[in-house]
């Protein structure tokens, strides 16, 4: 995947299809430590310690419309490349936690991609799963809380055209304001 929102994406309708009623995602660049650290933690399923083990090896996978699984090998890979770090935790009925760490300035680290359509789309054709999305460049950040964001709207679905224009306006800005011209 040349763009680490990409695997974000994947690992959260992992999540998804896991069941989760919560996912929390956050994207946190450090400049003084040089990383930049994706995780993203559900309330899912969960998964045993022989899947953990096995679920970074591109050949299995637990779904039955194919025979490999890329998505965590990939993302893991990715991670390592850039000299960072990947891992996950996970218990049977209680979640998931993947943290990948990515060098922030290795040139090998693939760029961050589109977050704010990537956490846009996730939400908005997600409706039954709520979402906290942090986004953090050393000191400057925000946090979106579909929890929140459904008291206010009372009901009304994120689909429709005004909210959902309002939510991936919302995202772009924010995400614009904390990279403060810092290109992840």
Not at 2 to 9: A, D, F, Q, R, V
Not at 50 to 61: G, I, L, M, W
Not at 90 to 96: A, D, Q
Not at 152 to 162: A, C, D, Q, R, Y
Request: hydrophobic share 35%; charged share 25%; aromatic share 6%.
């Amino acid at each position: 995947m040349p763009e680490i929102s990409l695997n974000i994406l994947d690992v959260t309708m992992n999540s998804v299809k896991a069941g989760a009623s919560l996912v929390h995602i956050s994207v946190k660049a450090d400049t003084s430590a040089d990383t930049l650290t994706v995780c993203i933690e559900d309330n899912g399923c969960g998964m045993t310690e022989e899947q953990v083990a096995r679920v970074t090896d591109p050949f299995y996978t637990t779904r039955t419309t194919r025979k490999v699984g890329l998505g965590v090998p990939f993302f893991k890979m990715a991670a390592l490349q850039s000299g960072g770090s990947f891992d996950i935790r996970s218990e049977p009925g209680k979640g998931t936690v993947v943290t990948a760490v990515f060098g922030l300035s290795n040139i090998d680290r693939m760029p961050l991609g589109d977050m704010a359509g990537t956490i846009h789309m996730i939400v908005t054709q997600n409706e039954e799963t709520d979402f906290v999305y942090s986004h953090h460049i050393d000191d400057r950040g925000f946090e979106l809380d579909t929890r929140e964001m459904r008291e206010i709207l009372g009901g009304v679905s994120f689909k429709e055209p005004e909210v959902s224009e309002y939510i991936k306006e919302y995202l772009r800005e924010n995400i614009k304001e904390s990279e403060n011209g810092t290109v992840l």
